[in-house]
């Protein structure tokens, strides 16, 4: 099988689900690598403290791991995908099965930042959207799934994930086949999206 590795990376609350929704409904049988799963435990982390471990810096994520993921199911091979706790900040016992696709969806914060990974890729995608719409979708997701408080969430987006944005993810633009303004709902860019994704897939 010819399994071909899509990267799409941006900042939290980019809209990054939303380009990967496109794709999945273009091409159902691709599987979706989510970064976030890879993140290292920081289980004394609560929201009095939520500052204490830097969940926006390439460090806090299990990079050599994804890398090995990655060049498995590149290879066709199956990996066992950890899975990530966000309420405790921990990863989790089970894992998920994943068999290896032609179309193999990698979506993170850092999907761009190293290189071993980039190189990888057969396709990289940069979501770019304004910090105000990305920061309010944060805040929503944050407090709806994650246990999290209004203050925690801001005192982290001020002292933590700004900063790591400004860092780590937007310098990352430049290595970005296609960039991709507001996220799903710039349909032009979506279907230039969608034609190359099937004609990766040997569709067309």
């Known amino acids: 099988m010819n399994v071909k590795l899509i990267?799409?990376?941006?900042?939290?609350?980019?809209?990054k689900s939303t380009v990967v929704r496109k794709i999945y409904e273009a091409h159902p049988d691709a599987v979706c690598i989510e970064q976030d799963n890879y993140y290292k435990s920081a289980s004394y982390i609560n929201n009095d403290n939520i500052t204490a471990y830097n969940f926006d810096h390439p460090d806090a994520f299990d990079m050599d791991l994804m890398m090995q993921?990655?060049?498995d199911l590149k290879n066709g091979k199956a990996i066992e995908m950890?899975?990530?706790?966000?309420?405790?900040?921990?990863?989790k016992d089970e894992t998920v099965h994943i068999e290896p696709k032609k179309i193999i969806i990698v979506d993170g914060l850092m999907v761009l930042y190293d290189k071993?990974?980039?190189?990888l890729l057969d396709l990289k995608l940069y979501v770019d959207t304004p910090a105000d719409i990305r920061f309010?979708?944060?805040?929503?997701?944050?407090?709806?799934?994650?246990?999290?408080?209004?203050d925690s969430v801001v005192e982290q987006y001020v002292n933590v994930v700004r900063p790591g944005h400004?860092?780590?993810i937007e310098p990352c633009k430049e290595y970005a086949d296609l960039i991709i303004p507001e996220g799903g709902y710039n349909q032009n860019?979506?279907?230039?999206?969608i034609n190359y994704v099937q004609m990766l897939a040997g569709k067309n």
């Open 189 to 193: 860019a979506l279907d230039v999206l």
């Open 166 to 168: 400004m860092n780590f």
């Open 82 to 91: 950890p899975q990530y706790d966000f309420v405790h900040h921990q990863r």
């Open 136 to 150: 309010v979708r944060r805040l929503m997701r944050d407090i709806s799934e994650r246990g999290r408080t209004v």
């Open 116 to 119: 071993r990974i980039r190189d």
């Open 69 to 71: 993921n990655l060049m």
């Open 7 to 15: 990267g799409i990376t941006g900042g939290s609350g980019s809209g």
